[in-house]
């Protein structure tokens, strides 16, 4: 379908819900600035599924619409009530505006300063290059060791360079194997794999954990997190190693490749070696100085850019599409939180009947459908704020609570993997012309079937400690 058709069909439906009459909206008692917040809601979902202009474009019409038309600077045309209908509480602009330069935006921004640091002085791949050498012996070993090696770095970097960085290293693997081979079918799925999983491991692994961050009444440290998520990623990364390895097997008993490494060194990258291994170590120790993961994430933005780690030009390197579109996220979640909006649609849903498990496991479900069509970023942007609703807004959530709610569909997020689409690191496997849509479809299924099946456990022993 034509972009503009598909612009044309999203605008349609929340035209519609703006111009209808307060009485025929699903709340009936709605003000008019609820009415137009339930429109630019519908408009992201709509924008961010059938895609007609990029992701993060859609965040920054949504800032600019929060700003226009609901804000307590809005234009004069929207401040003005209609017969009936109340105009309702105006949001503060300074908020909106905010989004820019949420903690979450922060933390993204100390993890990409130090990606862009580690590729610049190589650090990732020698690192990569010492980690695999152990694991060269046998086939069976290289998977695991990939599979491990790929979900580390994506723990702390993008999952995108992580991906590019391993199908580099891999290259003259997958030559010496045989492009055609099964097992380098097997061995390049597990990268992308890998990495989608790792990034469950860590806050800033990947844009919805921060984002449910911003949820939170009491938000989780770097440590608490890891302690709960890595061993899940372990379990994930187990269950595929020994799935791939069924659906690929290797014909040959060994591998006769060796890889080198040679660290950097010098004033600087002894500097960044330095920095890196500090930052992360205060992440994982918040309980003992007390600066949280935001305010630790500017350290490596202050000594890069002071000693010329990093430099004007490699600014340009970082991925503002992505902070743009969790800005477009934070101002939408932020407006339907303050207005009330999020609640009364959470609170309308006919879900009074059902236990918190079904509800929860129902929203798991979503998250996972809608990242295997969309971004998995915008599917946190739109489902978190509804979780966040649903969790307070129901008695039979009170066993799960809330941020138990928000981190289970976060991480739901990062299941969805079964099409080229659906995540970065499945584009970039898929575009090496090795691996067809069937080979991601049959694997990423089965990895995030089991993913739903193990959160799901998770979320029915919650409810039993609760």
Known sequence: MPNRFKLLLALLLPLLVLNLPAGLLPLPDASLVEQRLLAIFLLAAL??????????????????LLLITVSDQA??????????????????????????????????????????????????????????????????????GIMLITALFSM????????????????????????????????LLAIPIAANLGGIGTPIGTPPNAIALQYMTNP????????????LVLVMLAAAWRLLLR????????????????????????????????????????????????????????????TGIITPADLQKINWDVLWLVAGGIALGLALDQSGLARKLALSLPLEQLPGAAILLSLLLVCFLLANIMSNTATAN???????????????????????????????CSLGMILPVSTPPNALAYATGLITTRDMLRTGLAVGAFGLALLFVILLVLGALG
């Open 220 to 231: 989780i440290d770097f440590l608490t997190w890891m302690a709960f998520a890595v061993p």
């Open 75 to 144: 234009a004069v045309w929207f401040l003005r009530e209609d017969a009936g209908q109340p105009l309702g509480e105006l949001l503060p602009y300074q908020a909106i505006m905010g989004s820019f330069a949420s903690p979450i935006i922060i933390l993204f921004l100390g993890g990409f300063a130090l990606a862009l640091g580690a590729a610049k002085y190589k650090l990732d791949t020698n690192l990569a290059n010492y980690l695999l050498r152990p694991f060269m012996a046998s086939h069976d070993r290289l998977m695991l």
């Open 382 to 412: 739109l489902i978190l704020p509804i979780t966040a609703a649903v969790a307070t807004g129901y008695q039979g959530m009170a066993d799960y609570g809330l941020d138990s709610a928000l981190v289970l569909v976060a991480l739901s």
């Open 247 to 306: 659906l690929y097997p290797a014909a040959e008993l060994g591998l006769c490749l060796t890889l080198s490494s040679k660290f950097v060194r010098g004033p600087r990258a002894y500097l960044l070696y330095a920095t890196f291994a500090l930052t992360i170590v205060l992440w994982l120790t918040s309980f003992w100085h007390g600066m949280n993961s935001y305010v630790v994430a500017v350290i490596p933005l202050v000594v890069f850019s002071l």
């Open 47 to 64: 924008l961010w599924v059938l895609e007609p202009v990029p992701v993060f474009a859609t965040s920054l019409l949504i800032i600019g």
């Open 156 to 187: 702390f970097m993008s999952n995108t360079a992580t991906t590019l960085m391993m199908l580099t290293i891999m290259g003259p693997v997958f030559a010496s194997l045989g492009l055609q081979a099964p097992s380098t079918r097997g061995l």
